[in-house]
């Protein structure tokens, strides 16, 4: 029996942007290895007019032009997938995200299943302005209404949700991450840095990923060490852009956006420690990808990392904390070492994308009424998959 799936709520696939893109990307081969057929809607580059369908290594490909820019163009773009996803009826509908919500009551009304994964709590972000808050708060509480079970990446998130819907509607579920144990340590030539001699920060640069806090706590003092931060940064039109830059020593380096994978790795791999400042979310990719290198880990201290990251990360809640802890590893081979180690315990004990992927694919077979057990691991809709909830 053919069993075919939608995924909607991203850019689309290659990734090339995010998180969510990178997980469409594996879950969507993921299946297709294991015989379903996948659509993913994809969002066609600026300026495209013609909507197209292809084939990309086995996954149905719908593109749909952007016609406009911005939040208007992306609300238009998951309109219009929304209603092709109901009109061609798949099995199911994995929509990533509950930014557009509202549009999912159109999925429920023409019968069709849709499982959400619920993301963050993207309305407590502090970018958005009040009437954009507004919108998100509405339309996650419209999103446990409508969808038909819910996923969260974090035990902290399903708990929230369990405040609007009932605990057996949800799974939690983390974001996945790959080992990494083998790069180029030639890249770092590329950025005069040395391995084991800088830190790592790899975030979005606004306020609530603590960028800030971070880059003044790493300037505090002279290191004979770097601070490589990955990041867009336009301190030209951003006002916190340019807090940023200026609170930064000459140690402090600003690559700017890497996206391409084998330099990303390298980068992590070789890091003294990596350093995450973010204070909303669920499972950030980033910290998973932390964990998959083996990195010592120095997290903003909230309930979200603390999960993620595990009892031997160390964690700040102030510049001068942040300083401490940072001084502290670079003085310390053998607690780095000690750290390092228990990194890689903690990806391995439930992170790793095929563990991940699984798991989604057993909760897909029970919406389907399929019954099927994975691995001997089909965990109960109340609980998380790797029973740490």
């Known amino acids: 029996m053919d069993k075919t799936i939608a995924i909607l709520g991203t850019r689309g696939i290659p990734a090339s942007h995010g998180g969510f893109e990178t997980f469409a990307e594996r879950l969507a081969l993921y299946l297709v290895e294991r015989g379903w057929r996948v659509t993913v809607y994809c969002q066609g580059l600026e300026g495209d007019e013609i909507r197209y369908e292809d084939v990309w290594k086995g996954v149905h490909r719908i593109v749909i032009p952007a016609r406009r820019q911005g939040a208007l163009g992306t609300m238009e773009f998951d309109w219009q997938c ?3 996803a109901a009109r061609r009826k798949p099995d199911l509908t994995l929509t990533l995200g509950y930014n557009t919500a509202v549009f999912c009551l159109w999925l429920r009304l023409m019968g069709v ?5 619920m993301d963050g709590l993207e309305w407590h972000r502090q970018k958005w302005r009040f009437h954009e808050r507004a919108w998100l708060w509405a339309n996650e509480r419209i999103g446990c209404w409508v969808g038909n079970h819910l996923i969260a ?14 605990r057996a509607k949800i799974t939690m579920i983390p974001y996945g991450g790959d080992r990494v144990d083998c790069s180029d340590e030639v890249t770092l030539e590329l950025y005069g840095i040395r391995s084991d001699n800088y830190g790592i920060v790899i975030a979005r640069p606004e306020p609530e990923n603590s960028i800030l806090e971070i880059v003044q706590a790493f300037s505090k003092q002279r290191r004979d060490a770097k601070l490589v931060v990955l990041g867009t940064f336009d301190s030209d ?16 380096l600003f690559v700017g956006p890497i996206y391409e994978r084998s330099t990303l790795n390298a980068l992590r791999q070789h890091a003294r420690f990596y350093l995450h400042g973010h204070r909303v979310g669920g499972t950030n ?20 990392n603390r999960w993620v990251a595990g009892a031997h990360a160390r964690f700040f809640d ?19 070492s000690v750290m390092r180690a228990a990194t890689i315990a903690q990806f391995e004990s439930g992170f790793q994308w095929e563990r991940v992927l699984g798991a ?3 909760l897909f077979h029970r919406q389907m009424g399929l019954g099927v057990r994975l691995g001997g691991m089909a965990p109960a809709r109340s609980e998380s998959v790797d029973g740490r909830l």
């Not at 990446?153 to 009932?166: E, M, S, Y």
């Not at 039109?237 to 402090?252: C, G, K, L």
């Open 113 to 117: 299943t849709n499982l959400i994964n």
């Open 82 to 84: 929304v209603r092709d």
């Open 285 to 304: 990719p980033s910290l998973v990808e932390a964990l998959g290198a083996g990195n010592a880990v120095i997290a903003h201290d909230n309930v979200f």
């Open 318 to 336: 102030s510049v001068s904390k942040c300083e401490e802890h940072m001084s502290a590893l670079f003085g310390n081979d053998e607690e780095v």
């Open 237 to 252: 039109r951003n006002a916190y852009h340019q807090e940023v830059i200026s609170a930064a020593s000459e140690e402090v």
């Open 360 to 362: 989604y694919e057993a």
């Open 153 to 166: 990446d974090h035990p902290a998130i399903a708990d929230h949700l369990a405040t609007r819907v009932t």
